[in-house]
């Protein structure tokens, strides 16, 4: 009888002490996921914080940036109408027929550009620094410019020179690849045969765009030494050109547009 109470209280000293470990170990587990989750939520504060301080310096910077290229453009800007009024002031020819020009070159240029898909930037780039592709013609003298009769072999090389002074003065300037290479290569051809003998694809894109507008523009406009040609005999005279002044795959993007380029003329008296 002794043994069987002595056994049923060890039996119920046994079951209180593991009902005590099981209780212990549950609240040492409730602990655990508790620190844990402390410890989460504090991982993910110090997170956010980090990338809040880090966006607050990304956020200054590029408001800092941000100034600096508007500044840059505005620059830019101011540069490129200065030196669009020089072109205008040289007396290369009548300032009105000059104007013009260097307008439409600017507008046609920046419609191929987009036709060709090109980056946004470049797009920009073209549309600003067409206007001024022949700044270079400023540093030669009027007398050539304005030379009646015939011109020699070294007036010839002379004008042929105004590329060089173009890409010198925008270089000066700091304009960029993009100036330079217009100023330099806008009277090569794709058969190698222009200015700098550069052929094919070696040829700058944004110079080729600006041969194109160049082109039709001074081929469509009045002067005073010429008279207009008709929309169609300039449209055939690009076909005719194709692989030889003008890139195929440009000119048969060039044609797609030239509706819309033909807008530029329709109202003008000078133009058939």
């Given amino acids: 009888m002794k043994n069987k109470i002595f056994s049923i209280i060890f039996l119920m000293i046994t079951l209180s002490s593991f009902s005590q470990n099981i209780t212990l170990e549950r609240n040492t587990h409730q602990f655990s996921i508790i ?44 540069i490129t109408n200065m030196l669009t009024s020089l072109i205008i002031k040289t007396n290369i020819s009548d300032e009105k027929e000059t104007l013009e020009h260097i307008q439409n070159v ?27 592709h022949d700044i270079g013609k400023s540093a030669i003298s009027n007398k050539i410019w304005n030379k009646k009769g015939k011109l020699s ?33 806008h009277h090569e051809k794709w058969d190698g045969t222009g200015y700098n003998k550069i052929k094919g694809k070696k040829i700058p894109i944004e110079a080729q765009i600006v041969t194109f507008a160049d082109i039709y523009d001074a081929l469509r406009s009045k002067r005073s030494y010429k008279d207009s040609w008709t929309r169609n005999e300039v449209i055939n005279y690009f076909k005719l050109n194709r692989g030889i002044i003008f890139n195929p795959y440009i000119l048969k993007k060039f044609l797609k547009i030239e509706k819309d380029i033909n807008k530029i003329y329709i109202n003008r008296d000078d133009v058939k």
């Fill in 35 to 78: 620190f844990l989750s402390l410890l989460v939520l504090i991982t993910l504060l110090v997170v956010v914080l980090i990338i809040y301080v880090n966006l607050r310096i990304l956020i200054q910077k590029n408001n800092k940036l941000l100034v600096y290229i508007q500044s840059k453009k505005e620059l830019t800007n101011n």
């Fill in 106 to 132: 600017g507008v046609i240029s920046k419609m191929l550009a987009k036709k060709l898909k090109l980056p946004q930037e470049d797009i920009t780039n073209i549309r600003i620094y067409a206007p001024i």
């Fill in 153 to 185: 072999n070294i007036d010839i090389e002379l004008i042929k020179s105004h590329v060089l002074f173009g890409q010198q003065i925008v270089s000066q300037l700091n304009l960029g690849k993009c100036a330079e290479n217009i100023t330099m290569y």
